[in-house]
Each structure stands twice: as structure tokens, then as C-alpha cells.
């Protein structure tokens, strides 16, 4: 099982105007986008790998200066506790630093195999790229669920070829 982190386990409480308008005015992102990630596909595409570099910067600071708190999907993190029987993976636009820190305080950092992150991939979901950092060859595609709640999540298990479950808790 695959889970998104923010609006998915937990919500997290950071301005994602202030980002989005960083991007506008900093970087040039176009205007005509509105998803976070699809800006920083954008400029990646745009820019190329020094631009990746200061996007992961950029990602760091910003969510360490605006995490202003969090609520948790307990019923989610519940089933993540309890159910020892699956392999759980993370698959977030967030950073490893809030990924960990968030996952630690609400008490399930350790039942995740791994974590792709922003920090992880050089394009953010819907781009398949994160899945490649969890799927394993010896592994049906079928044998994998992502859990998450936006549209690029779904478009990032529809490009990796895998099934995809929507979370609407916060919604």
C-alpha cells in the first residue's frame, strides 16, 4: 500500500499560495497552472537539473518556515498501526524532513518501507517517477493500491499503470 502524505493521512496546515506565488514571481512558472507540482515539473522541464536543485532547496525552506501544525486522519493512521500484514510505502510532494518529522510525532514513521519525497525525485506527481523508487520487478503491478486524494495522485498511479483509491477525509 502506497499513501500520499498531505490531505491523506494527515492535513497538513501550510499556504500553498505563498509557494505557488513564489514560483510565479522567482522562477517565471507559468501562471496558467495552479498545481504545485505540475509548476515544478514545469520548471524543471524548463530549466533542467540545476533548476531541481533549487526547487529542493526552495521545498526545504519553505515547509520548514510555513508548517503551521497538522490534523491526522485517525482512521487512517489506525489502520497504518494496526494492520501489520501489508507492506506500506509513502509516496508524497512534501519533503523527507516534514514526511519524517510529521510520521514520527503521530507515531508510525517506522512502518513505512520506504519514502519517496520530493526531495527523491526530480518531477513531482502526476510524473510516474516516484513509483520506480518503490516498485520491485518480482512484483505484479496488481499487488500495489495508492491511497490519496488529488488529481495528480490519481494521474501518477494512471501513468505508473496502477490502481488508485481515493481519500476524501479532508475534503
Excluded: H
Excluded at 524543471?44 to 510555513?66: A, C, H, I, R, W
Excluded at 490534523?71 to 508524497?92: A, S
Amino acid at each position: 500500500m502506497i499513501f500520499d502524505l498531505d490531505e491523506t493521512l494527515v492535513k497538513l496546515d501550510i499556504n500553498w499560495d505563498l509557494y505557488r506565488q513564489k514560483l510565479w514571481k522567482e522562477y517565471g512558472a507559468s501562471r496558467d497552472i495552479y498545481s504545485p507540482n505540475i509548476l515544478q515539473n514545469e520548471l524543471v522541464t524548463q530549466y533542467g537539473p540545476d533548476m531541481v536543485v533549487s526547487l529542493k532547496e526552495l521545498n526545504n525552506q519553505f515547509e520548514k518556515e510555513n508548517l503551521k501544525g497538522y490534523k491526522v486522519n485517525d482512521e487512517l493512521v489506525k489502520f497504518v498501526k494496526n494492520n501489520k500484514q501489508y507492506t506500506y510505502y509513502l509516496w508524497t510532494a512534501n519533503t523527507i524532513a516534514l514526511a519524517k518529522k510529521v510520521l514520527g510525532e503521530i507515531g508510525i514513521l517506522d512502518r513505512f518501507e520506504r519514502i519517496v519525497s520530493r526531495d527523491t525525485v526530480d518531477y513531482q506527481k502526476p510524473n510516474s517517477e516516484g513509483f520506480s523508487q518503490i516498485y520491485s520487478k518480482t512484483e505484479s503491478k496488481n499487488a500495489y493500491l495508492f491511497i490519496g486524494d488529488s488529481p495528480t495522485d490519481k494521474g501518477a498511479c494512471g501513468s505508473a499503470g496502477i490502481d488508485f483509491f481515493a481519500v476524501t477525509f479532508f475534503k
